[in-house]
């Protein structure tokens, strides 16, 4: 079993800033790739970015430049730093890994408001 715990959401001014961790319950060096993915509200799940084993990152247009996804593996955590957070950005966050042993795991999410 794998576990994602997602932490560091909350409310924040329009321009402030956020950084989200995603705290796994094995070594992520046992999964190909982690990223974050977000729903705001009557909306599908988005993919915000993505970072693989080797460190390869990705990241949807809506974000770069604002948004950057780390990883530090000594403590198996992820992190999703945001920047010039704007009111549509507003959404829960989830955390997720894909493991060809583990397969395709998920956080519970945690809430970001922006407000205007």
């Known amino acids: 079993q794998v576990q994602l715990v997602e932490s560091g959401g909350g409310l924040v001014q329009a321009g402030g800033s956020l950084r989200l961790s995603c705290a796994a319950s094995r070594s992520i060096f046992n999964f190909n790739g982690m990223g974050w993915y977000r729903q705001a509200p009557g909306k599908q799940r988005e993919l915000v970015a993505t970072i693989t084993s080797g460190g390869t990152t990705n990241y949807a247009d809506s974000v770069k430049g604002r948004f950057t996804i780390s990883r530090d593996n000594a403590k198996n955590t992820v992190y999703l730093q945001m920047n010039s957070l704007q009111p549509e950005d507003t959404a829960v966050y989830y955390c997720?890994?894909?493991?060809?042993?583990?397969?395709?795991?998920w956080g519970q999410g945690t809430q970001v408001t922006v407000s205007s």
């Open positions: 997720n890994a894909v493991s060809v042993v583990f397969g395709d795991r």
